[in-house]
């Protein structure tokens, strides 16, 4: 039977080890140095986020986590295109193999809604794969069309 709670500061080590599984099934497996790197800003991250600015949501079956999901918050001026100034990002969307398809992601993609609903956010985005992309559409997203291009400078 599955269970669905949100995480504490108590699970960081659950939650970067989730994060760790998530990029290694995302981008393949990870440079020792990559690795290390990105579990150090983890531990600085979680303290400084979880629960004002950062929610993550675990499903947890047979004494595991079977799925997680996590939420950052940004705030910012105001615009007409996020009226409340704060938004969100859904990331680190991982359901272990053994559960896919059986509603467990969209169970915690709910969750994550209502806590965005709840903080008053303007709305919630995501980057979707193609796998994932018709379960965000069932629960409401949808792709952006803008009149910008996205663009970005890397400096780390």
């Known amino acids: 039977m599955l ?17 760790m599984d998530y990029l290694a099934e995302d ?31 675990l ?7 079977a799925a997680v999901a996590f939420l950052a918050i940004a705030e910012m001026p105001a ?19 053994q559960y896919r398809r059986q509603g467990v992601a969209t169970q915690l993609i709910e969750r994550l809604i209502e806590e965005g609903r709840a903080q008053k956010l303007s709305y919630i985005k995501l980057s979707a794969t ?9 629960l409401g997203f949808m792709a952006e069309q803008s009149h910008y291009t996205e663009m970005k400078l890397r400096l780390a």
């Open 3 to 19: 269970t669905y709670r949100k995480a504490s500061i108590e699970d960081m080590d659950t939650l970067i080890r989730l994060r």
């Open 27 to 57: 981008r393949g497996a990870l440079p020792e140095a990559a690795q290390s790197a990105v579990a150090a800003q983890l531990r600085e991250y979680f303290p400084r986020h979880m629960g004002s600015g950062f929610v993550a949501w």
């Open 59 to 65: 499903a947890e079956a047979d004494g595991g986590v």
């Open 79 to 97: 615009n007409p295109s996020f009226i409340t100034g704060k938004t969100g990002t859904v990331l680190n969307v991982l359901t272990y193999p």
């Open 130 to 138: 193609e796998a994932g992309k018709p379960l965000y559409e069932k």
